[in-house]
């Protein structure tokens, strides 16, 4: 079964940046798509940002333009760089593969993130 452990998050001021890290263990990473979701309290979790086995990304419309997901095979690692941001991407932070069914998945621990003053 895979292993997913997120790193990297904190308490950062509105306009800042983290980059955040998910080591993913106990599958063939290199040949699945990963991707990064958030929930905040109240909230579904969703979808962020995604990266296919080929490096293809998307993201959701409420980051693009500000988040970047890339991946390292070699250190079956993906990672979210997060620029400017705001109070409303405050939220628990997940990677897991993608596409996946997010109610049957398998979740890690998340990291924090919390935009504030």
């Known amino acids: 079964q895979v292993q997913l452990v997120e790193s990297g998050g904190g308490l950062v001021q509105p306009g800042g940046s983290l980059r955040l890290s998910c080591a993913a263990s106990?599958?063939?990473?290199?040949?699945?798509?990963m991707g990064w979701y958030r929930q905040a309290p109240g909230k579904e979790r969703e979808l962020v940002a995604g990266?296919?086995?080929?490096?293809?990304?998307n993201y959701a419309d409420s980051v693009k333009g500000r988040f970047t997901i890339s991946r390292d095979n070699a250190k079956n690692t993906v990672y979210l760089q997060m620029n400017s941001l705001k109070p409303e991407d405050t939220a628990v932070y997940y990677c897991?593969?993608?596409?996946?069914?997010?109610?049957?998945?398998?979740w890690g621990q998340g990291t924090q993130v919390t935009v504030s003053f």
């Open positions: 106990g599958s063939a990473f290199s040949g699945n798509g």
């Open positions: 990266i296919s086995s080929g490096g293809i990304t």
């Open positions: 897991n593969k993608a596409p996946i069914i997010v109610r049957r998945a398998y």
